[in-house]
């Protein structure tokens, strides 16, 4: 399986809203409800912030949501923040129980 | 607190063998999947391999079936992973992750530090 696929980069002035996207197939993003996302600071461990698509954990901020259509899902940060600035990583198991990652988005807030 | 802690990391020759393991705390170890996740060296994250709660089921990344096995000792709260036939892209940190399967996608809702394997002549 090929590794879903997401722009290497984004960047948005602080207040403002982003969206990174993550592309898959039918055979996983667009044939389960099996995506979450990840932020990752520098040298720090990743950490969950969207799981079944759009479900937020606790204690994660309600400026993060998640929403897919067809075969690609989204992440939108609203009210961007300077703490913001990580890489985000989307996942998505398949059908076969494998599970993908995106390859990664790094988000600068300017 | 939950707590996973990784060993085992270290630097190997091309073709050599390596276990890490991961000690868990801080939640009943017996009841939640758990699983691998690596990190080369300024790169994404990849999936390794997952297990269920009693060691029975195990998920593996198609291109690492066959060298790595995961595996887990419920009385120890301990998860390890044997790694054969190390490639120099193998090089990464390895991630002890536990899996919170309350519904459909699992998430990783908790992560280790990581431990560094390095393979190199």
């Known amino acids: 399986q090929s590794a879903l696929t997401q722009p290497a980069s984004v960047s948005g002035s602080p207040g403002q809203s982003i969206t990174i996207s993550c592309t898959g197939t039918?055979?996983?993003?667009?044939?389960?409800?099996?995506v979450s996302w990840y932020q990752q600071h520098p040298g720090k461990v990743p950490k969950v912030m969207i799981y079944?698509?759009?479900e937020r954990p606790s204690g994660v901020s309600n400026r993060f949501s998640g929403s897919k259509s067809g075969n690609t899902a989204s992440l939108t940060i609203s009210g961007l923040q300077a703490e913001d600035e990580a890489h985000y990583y989307c996942?998505?198991?398949?059908?076969?129980?494998?599970?993908?990652f995106g390859g990664g988005t790094k988000l600068t807030v300017l | 607190e939950v707590q996973l802690v990784e060993s085992g990391g270290t630097l190997v020759q091309p073709g050599g063998s390596l276990r890490l393991s991961c000690a868990a705390s801080?939640?009943?170890?017996?009841?939640?999947?758990m699983g691998w996740v690596r990190q080369a060296p300024g790169k994404g994250l990849e999936w390794v391999a997952n297990?269920?709660?009693?060691?029975?089921?195990?998920y593996y990344l198609d291109s690492l079936r066959g060298r790595i096995t995961i595996s887990r000792d419920n009385a120890k709260n301990s998860l390890f992973v044997q790694m054969n036939s190390l490639r120099g892209e193998d090089t990464a940190v390895y991630y002890c992750?536990?899996?919170?399967?309350?519904?459909?996608?699992?998430?990783?809702?908790?992560w280790g530090q990581g431990t560094l394997v390095t393979v190199s002549s």
């Open positions: 996942s998505s198991y398949t059908g076969s129980n494998i599970l993908l």
């Open positions: 039918s055979s996983d993003i667009g044939g389960y409800n099996y």
């Open positions: 801080g939640f009943t170890f017996s009841n939640f999947w």
């Open positions: 297990i269920n709660e009693d060691g029975g089921v195990e």
């Open positions: 992750v536990r899996l919170d399967c309350r519904g459909p996608s699992c998430p990783f809702d908790s």
């Open positions: 079944d698509v759009s």
